[in-house]
């Protein structure tokens, strides 16, 4: 089966303009993940799609940031706009099951730079 | 809130040397925990986790509550298992959902 896949594996955009990462889960996954990993941080979790619900966006850092998973498929995150602390590696995972023995799926990410 | 610590940032040791990476965890319910590696240019992948006790590419980890450490060992370090390894744990949000909590991570470097 396909895995996750993320678009763009990397993105170089000025402050204040607007970008759009996009995920695609592996198909049949309800449940849809996006964390991200800033310079010297941990990876933290942003928000938790279940079909095109979110479930829990209690990590989604401020206002600017805009998560959509229409029909309950792929997934984009909107950044807009955006600032130079948003630099970093965003992971898009997926999983069947809320709470898999086997973890999640990750996807290669999206880098982000903001200059 | 739950919070999980990786006290090395990089750790280098010589290829057949024996490899602990250490995790250690603070969490007020019972802990689910996973390590995960990212080696080169790859995705983040599920390594072991604590509930399956399981040996994956000779790597154990054991989940020790009284020291709330989930440390990974492998008595024999090889060069492919240079790369970034991440502790994670596991816990119910309060909002329907699950999240990982990352350490964050160690870069292991093996040594031919």
């Known amino acids: 089966e396909a895995g996750v896949t993320q678009f763009p594996s990397h993105s170089v955009i000025e402050k204040g303009q607007t970008v759009t990462l996009r995920c695609d889960p592996i198909?049949?996954?309800?449940?849809l993940y996006w964390y991200r990993r800033v310079m010297g941080k941990e990876i933290k979790f942003l928000l938790h799609?279940?079909?095109?619900?979110?479930?829990?966006e209690s990590g989604m850092p401020n206002n600017r940031f805009l998560a959509e998973r229409t029909g309950g498929t792929y997934s984009t995150l909107k950044v807009q706009p955006a600032e130079l602390e948003d630099s970093g590696v965003y992971f898009c995972?997926?999983?069947?099951?809320?709470?898999?023995?086997?973890?999640?799926?990750f996807g290669s990410g999206t880098r982000l730079t903001v200059v | 809130a739950q919070r999980v610590t990786q006290p090395e940032k990089l750790l280098s040791v010589f290829k057949g040397a024996p490899v602990e990476l250490k995790c250690n965890y603070s969490y007020s319910g019972s802990p689910e925990l996973f390590w995960y590696v990212q080696y080169s240019r790859q995705r983040l992948q599920l390594l072991l986790r604590?509930?399956s006790r399981e040996s994956i590419k000779g790597f154990t980890a054991d989940l020790n509550k009284g020291e709330t450490s989930f440390h990974l060992k492998k008595p024999f370090a090889q060069e492919e298992d240079s790369a970034m390894y991440y502790c994670a744990l596991r816990a119910h949000s309060g909002a329907g959902s699950y999240q990982l909590t990352f350490g964050k991570g160690t870069k292991l470097s093996v040594i031919p």
């Open positions: 198909s049949g996954h309800d449940n």
């Open positions: 799609f279940v079909k095109e619900s979110k479930q829990d």
């Open positions: 604590h509930i």
């Open positions: 995972a997926s999983s069947q099951d809320l709470q898999p023995d086997y973890g999640y799926t």
